[in-house]
C-alpha cells in the first residue's frame, strides 16, 4: 500500500480508503462487514470513512467496534455531520447547535475520544459559513477532531471557507470528498485546481461509479441478480450510470485493462490516482475479496499512451 499526504497537512493516508456508505448496517451483516474492515486493515488501508447519517448511525458503530482492536495512532478515522438525524428543526445542517451535539453523538457511537477528519457533508445556505468553521475550529480545540473537511461543495462555496477561516484565524479546511471517476470529471475545471492552489486533497467517492465500472453491467436488460442495481435502496444511486453509451465506453475500457492485465476495478481506480491531487479512492466493500481486488490498485502507473487511449474512449 502507497500512502500520500492529505492536502499540506502532515497527516499520510492510503492510496485506497475504505468507506460504509450503503453497506455497513444496511445490506452488509455485521460479523461481513468486520471481516471486511479487518481485511483492510490488515492489507494496509489506514484510512476509514463512515458518517453520522449512515443507516442513522448504525455504520458509525459497526466502523467503531471493528476498530477498536487496533491502536488508535494507527489508523485514520473520518466522519461527518449536515443531514438529517431526526424530525426537530435543529436536527439538521451545520448550526453550531446541531454541530456540537452531532460530533459528540458520532464519538459515543464511534467510541473513541476524535475523530481525524470531520466533514461538513453538503454546504448549508441557512448557516453562515463562518458560524460553521467557528464550531469545528472549537471542536479542534477540545481535541474532538484534528482536521476539517467538506464534501459536494462548489468551488465558490471551497473558496468562501477559505476566506472565512482567513479572516478569523481558523484553522483551513484540508480535505474535499467528492463524486469523481471515469464517467464523472466535473472536478476537473474548477474543484482540482482551487483545491491546488490552497493545499486541499481529493478523497474521492464511489470511484466505481457504483459498480458499473467493475464491468459486471453488460446487459442492462438483464440486470445481475443480488447487484446493486436490483437493490431497492441502492438503485436510484445507479441508475443515471446504466446507460448504453456508458456501458459500451466500460467494453473498450475492459479491453485495456486486459491487455495491462489487470482488473477492470483496478483500471478504474488506477485512473482516479493518476491526479496527484487525489489523496485516495474510497471504495466500498461488502465482502473481504473486494478488498483484496481493489488494493492491487495502488501503485499501478498507466502508460501515457494508455492514458490517451482512455481519454478518447471517454471523451
Known amino acids: 500500500m502507497i500512502y500520500r499526504k492529505l492536502g499540506k497537512t502532515g497527516l499520510k493516508v492510503s492510496e485506497i480508503s475504505l468507506g460504509s456508505w450503503l453497506t455497513y448496517g444496511n445490506s452488509t451483516e455485521k460479523d461481513t462487514a468486520i471481516k471486511t474492515i479487518d481485511t483492510a486493515y490488515d492489507l494496509g488501508i489506514n484510512f476509514f470513512d463512515t458518517a453520522n447519517m ?18 488508535r495512532e494507527s489508523y485514520v478515522l473520518a466522519t461527518k455531520v449536515f443531514w438529517p438525524m431526526g424530525e426537530g428543526p435543529n436536527d439538521k445542517g451545520l448550526s453550531r447547535k446541531h454541530v456540537y451535539e452531532q460530533a459528540n453523538a458520532s464519538l459515543k457511537r464511534l467510541g473513541v475520544e476524535y475523530v481525524d477528519i470531520y466533514y461538513c457533508h453538503r454546504y448549508d445556505p441557512e448557516t453562515p459559513v463562518e458560524e460553521t468553521l467557528k464550531t469545528f475550529d472549537h471542536l479542534m480545540r477540545q481535541g474532538k477532531i484534528l482536521y476539517a473537511g467538506v464534501s459536494e461543495w462548489t468551488a465558490a462555496q471551497i473558496q468562501e471557507a477559505l476566506q472565512v477561516a482567513d479572516k478569523y484565524l481558523l484553522d483551513r479546511i484540508v480535505v474535499n ?30 470511484p466505481l461509479a457504483q459498480g458499473v465500472l467493475t464491468g459486471k453491467y453488460t446487459d442492462l436488460k438483464n440486470l445481475p441478480e443480488g447487484s446493486r442495481a436490483t437493490d431497492p435502496k441502492a438503485n436510484r444511486f445507479i441508475e443515471k450510470y446504466l446507460q ?28 482516479i490516482l493518476r491526479q496527484p491531487n487525489v489523496a485516495s479512492a474510497l ?22 499512451e494508455k492514458l490517451q487511449e482512455i481519454d478518447e474512449i471517454l471523451a
Open 54 to 71: 449512515y443507516a442513522r448511525g448504525e455504520a458509525e458503530k459497526i466502523v467503531g467496534e471493528a476498530l477498536r482492536k487496533y491502536p
Open 244 to 271: 448504453d453509451d456508458i456501458i459500451d465506453r466500460v467494453r473498450k475500457l475492459n479491453n485495456i485493462a486486459k491487455e495491462m492485465e489487470i482488473s477492470m476495478p483496478q483500471l478504474a481506480i488506477a485512473w
Open 177 to 206: 470528498q467528492p463524486r469523481y471517476n471515469m464517467v464523472t470529471r466535473t472536478i476537473e475545471n474548477e474543484i482540482i485546481p482551487i483545491s491546488e492552489k490552497n493545499g486541499i486533497s481529493q478523497v474521492a467517492f464511489s
Open 283 to 304: 471504495i466500498g466493500a461488502s465482502r473481504p475479496s473486494q478488498i483484496e481486488e481493489n488494493v492491487k490498485a495502488s501503485g499501478i502507473i498507466i502508460p501515457n
